[in-house]
């Protein structure tokens, strides 16, 4: 890329989803529900476990925090997206990218992934194409290899099961939580671990859909839907909050 071709931005410009007006009502109830129910779902999972005492376990501790890193993420992102489909300025800051020489400052996507970013980049990319591959895919084989240890011990447990209802449900949970880990991952990869000048952008903005806003929604309403306890303590808590407007 010639050097004449580059400038010295300030801010960029999300193009977002789609530029189709009447696209825009649609898309926006659809990830503000989304947003809703990630919300709701990820801040109340918190509140119960912090405010339920016999929820003060490990997993629970985990589970915690694993929903308020869901929530956080995607309050970084989608309310920005909702923000750019109605408005006329789709403006971000430079320092909301944290990033140095482009040829454009128009990022076809709708938050600064790193992708559109850095096919926007003046230089050659083919150095920063090589560490993103080894650094994401270093990461993922450790983390995946992690997650199936942990779920081949939980195997081999079930297995050892003599309830066949137990074991049954066991499966059943564990096969809704390998899911939402699979699209997870999988979106990752399919983003991150190939040649990102052969990437279609709008294609990798329906894949980013996944991890960013689908995924953190999920993963409350399985851990919570197929845990007993946390079941029985939302039911108390439920059950406590109509017992007292009744008697008020």
Same mark, same amino acid.
């Given at each position: ?52 005492? &016999?929820? &003060? ?7 915690? &925090? ?15 997206m909702l923000t750019n489909i109605f408005t006329k300025d789709k403006s971000i800051s430079f320092q909301g990218c944290m990033i140095p020489g482009y040829k454009s400052n128009v990022i076809n996507h709708f938050f600064c992934d790193l992708p559109p970013l850095l096919?926007? +980049? ?41 309830? +066949? ?11 809704? !939580? ?6 997870? &991952? ?7 671990? !190939? ?54």
């Amino acid at each position: 890329m010639a050097k004449e071709n580059c400038s010295i931005v300030t801010e960029f410009i999300l193009l977002g989803l789609s530029d189709v007006p009447e696209l825009r009502v649609p898309l926006s109830l659809v990830f503000l529900l989304i947003y809703g129910v990630t919300v709701l779902a990820n801040v109340g999972m918190v509140a119960l476990i912090q405010l339920s005492s &016999h929820l &003060h376990a490990p997993m629970y501790f985990f589970l915690s &925090h694993l929903s308020f890193m869901d929530f956080c993420y995607s309050s970084i992102i989608v309310p920005k997206m909702l923000t750019n489909i109605f408005t006329k300025d789709k403006s971000i800051s430079f320092q909301g990218c944290m990033i140095p020489g482009y040829k454009s400052n128009v990022i076809n996507h709708f938050f600064c992934d790193l992708p559109p970013l850095l096919n926007l +980049a003046c230089s050659d990319i083919s150095v920063n194409e090589v560490l993103l591959f080894i650094v994401v895919n270093f990461n993922e084989i450790i983390t995946i290899t992690i997650i199936l240890t942990s779920y081949l011990s939980i195997l081999i447990t079930i297995l050892k099961m003599r309830s +066949a209802e137990g074991r049954r449900k066991s499966f059943s949970t564990c096969a809704s !939580h390998l899911t939402a880990i699979v699209v997870f &991952h999988g979106t990752i990869l399919f983003i991150f671990c !190939h040649p990102i000048s052969g990437t279609s952008l709008d294609i990798g903005k329906v894949t980013t859909i996944l991890y960013t806003m689908v995924i953190p929604m999920l993963k409350p309403l399985i851990y919570s839907l197929r845990n007993k306890d946390l079941k029985e303590t939302l039911r108390k808590v439920v059950d406590s909050k109509m017992l007292s407007r009744v008697l008020t």
